[in-house]
């Protein structure tokens, strides 16, 4: 059931049946055969610009043999040769841009964890494109202009900050740009200023709920409704522990700076996948050896065509993150596609003894047993020629005062179901509470000691 509101802009707000609003009703619940003749259109006239604009983009169609104006549906994509991470550090810092740099108005970065960063510049036109899509995340979450929005991703060449920050703004949200850190005055504020929608890392998002249990503040005294959270893998069973210590509902938001910062995908209230905002991004997911396409359904990697930005209008990006499709509607009303949340890259899979492990594994095992708190690390090393895993995860502050029979028992515990699920034998080290360090931005929980042996 949908109910029509006359907003005060003038515009009409469409709410689904749990009253959430879709921001743009128009473009998010289109008909997919409309959609699809927009996503031609804006397709075309992009590969068309780029082959002119950009000379890597030139040599590359030229080189595989495709026409730039001769695309006839969107199947014909497969036949665009890839872009990837490599391209873009290749032609550092800005020989991608499609646009000449007096219409360049904002530069931001990726974290550069994995090597040199990569620079993504935007024309006024794409800030205003990446807002709307921003203010659509927050409908998907429940957001209106009666929100109070604190942002505790991190402002700066991050687009976490920012992206929310103009996305708020753009739906009519109180907006409170606090950045990550400084935690007890964030949640200082938080209470005072009733803050109803909270961003920030999934991992940030525990730190707060912990500086928050030691301040002596309870879930009921915030105000805390939903929360949008991501740049990072979480898993369900931390969605889990974050609703029940912030008391909102939790929802996952993806994106990447290469083609757009967030607002690539988002949660509905549905959560049953997030929706892609195909209509500016195409998604495909192919094969990650060989770079075929994956028919829907079928984990693969991620790639993305940005069929509407200025500046860097990237054809069929490598994300890396692994991902499924699903074309079914979503009861939300929305026709976007739905990826599944991102379950690893092609990149942080490790193998151990032969044995490919993803952390999300781990991270599903930990969050299935009780007495242990959501903060852990993977050590990988070489002890002699054998691959040693091991787990340093934190006791929950409930159990530091339990036996040492009882400590054992939960060591052996997490020790047997991480053999059950990896068919691998890790060393498990309980730790104090408070030992792991806590993350602000993105949580780096792996470490491999293998790298550069
Ligand atoms: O992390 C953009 C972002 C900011 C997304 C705030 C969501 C919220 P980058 O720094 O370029 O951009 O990192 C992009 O982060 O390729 C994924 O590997 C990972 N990532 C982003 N969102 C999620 C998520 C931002 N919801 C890289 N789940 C991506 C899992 C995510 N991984």
């Given amino acids: 059931m949908r109910a029509a509101i006359w907003h005060s802009s003038g515009s009409i707000e469409r709410r689904t049946g749990d009253g959430e609003l879709i921001w743009d009703p128009y473009h998010e619940s289109m008909d997919i055969e409309n959609r699809r003749g927009l996503q031609l259109r804006r397709l075309r006239e992009t590969v068309a610009r780029v082959a002119v604009s950009v000379p890597l983009y030139s040599e590359r169609l030229r080189g595989a043999g495709v026409d730039p104006c001769g695309l006839q549906s969107i199947d014909d994509l497969r036949h665009v040769p890839f872009t990837t991470k490599d391209d873009l550090r290749d032609t550092y810092p800005d020989g991608l841009f499609a646009v000449p740099s007096e219409e360049v108005v904002r530069i931001h970065g990726s974290s550069g964890t994995r090597g040199k960063p990569t620079l993504v510049g935007y024309t006024r036109e794409d800030v205003d494109l990446w807002s709307d899509v921003m203010a659509r995340t927050l409908g998907c979450a429940g957001g209106t202009s ?167 209008p990237l054809l069929r990006y490598r994300t890396g993150d692994i991902s499924r499709l699903d074309r079914e509607l979503c009861p939300c009303g929305r026709t976007h596609a739905r990826m599944t949340r991102i379950t690893g890259r092609t990149d942080d899979m490790l193998i151990i003894r032969g044995i490919n492990v993803f952390p999300s594994q781990i991270e599903d095992v930990l969050m299935r047993v009780a007495g242990v708190a959501p903060h852990y690390r993977i050590i990988v090393s070489r002890e002699g020629h054998r691959d040693a895993l091991e787990v340093e995860v934190e006791l929950a502050p409930e159990m530091f005062s339990d036996t040492i029979r009882g400590l054992e028992s939960l060591e052996a515990k997490i020790v047997e179901e991480l053999r059950a699920t990896l068919s691998l034998t890790a060393k498990v080290r309980l730790v104090e509470p408070h030992t792991v360090e806590r993350s602000m931005g993105k949580a780096k929980r792996v470490m491999d000691k293998r790298q550069g042996e």
């Avoid at 007890?184 to 938080?190: D, E, W």
Wanted: aromatic share 8%.
């Fill in 146 to 312: 009666h929100d109070v929005l604190q942002i505790a991703y991190g402002y700066g060449l991050f687009t976490g900050g920012l992206g929310l920050h103009y996305g708020g703004e753009r739906m009519g949200c109180t907006v409170v740009p606090m950045s990550a850190g400084n935690t007890r005055r964030q949640l200082t504020l938080m209470k005072d200023l009733g803050a109803t929608l909270l961003a920030c890392t999934p991992s940030y998002a525990l730190t707060l709920a912990e500086e928050a249990r030691e301040m002596g503040m309870a879930a009921e005294d915030l105000s805390l409704r939903s929360g949008l959270f991501g740049a990072e893998p979480w898993s369900d069973g931390m969605r889990e522990q974050i609703e029940a210590q912030l008391g909102l509902r939790a929802y996952d938001i993806y994106g990447l700076s290469e083609v757009i910062g967030p607002g690539v995908s988002a949660e509905c209230t549905a959560q049953s996948g997030l929706h892609v905002f195909d209509d500016h991004f195409i998604p495909e997911i192919v094969d990650p050896a060989t770079g075929d396409p994956m028919p829907d359904g079928e984990d693969g990697e991620l790639v993305f065509t940005c069929v509407s930005k200025r500046c860097l």
